[in-house]
């Protein structure tokens, strides 16, 4: 794989993002959702460049104390190649940088290789939300930032 370049979502992304949302996620985010996200004080998503393509993207909500994982999500031709791994050590210094104590996020249950992921990095799963998802039931998971 060729440099890895992590670095702020801005408007330019925007189309690249949107289809590895489609590729990724039953219920996709929208283009205006993305623009949203930009304009919020509390969002923080990043890209993941290799060679000037979008092969990722990532972002956490940092609210008080706590930041709250709201997507991670890696193109179907980037995919088992360390670029998730990446992004998730990226939000994790991230969120160190910005004093926060607490880190959330929620996977769907079936996704059982995003679960693995967040458990090599100190995960651990603190309760279900039944039927969160519309098919599947949303696993919240939590890790203290030393």
């Known amino acids: 794989m ?6 702020p979502l801005n408007r330019s992304h925007i189309p690249q993002i949107i289809e590895i949302e489609k590729q990724s996620f039953p219920d996709p985010w929208t283009e205006e959702k993305f623009i949203q996200e930009i304009d919020l004080k509390f969002s923080h998503f990043y890209v993941a460049k290799v060679n000037d393509e979008i092969a990722g993207y990532a972002g956490f909500w940092h609210i008080t104390e706590e930041a709250n994982i709201v997507n ?19 939000l994790i210094e991230s969120a160190k940088q910005k004093k926060i ?7 769907r249950l079936k996704n059982t ?3 693995e992921l967040y458990k090599k990095y100190g995960f651990e799963v603190c309760f279900t ?12 998971m939590y890790k203290k930032i030393s």
């Open 2 to 7: 060729q440099q890895l370049i992590i670095e």
């Open 72 to 90: 991670i999500a890696v193109k179907k031709a980037y995919r088992r190649q360390g670029i998730g791994k990446n992004l998730l050590e990226y």
């Open 101 to 107: 104590s607490d880190m959330y996020l929620e996977v």
């Open 113 to 115: 290789t995003a679960q």
């Open 129 to 140: 939300r039944k039927k969160y998802y519309n098919d599947d039931d949303g696993l919240i």
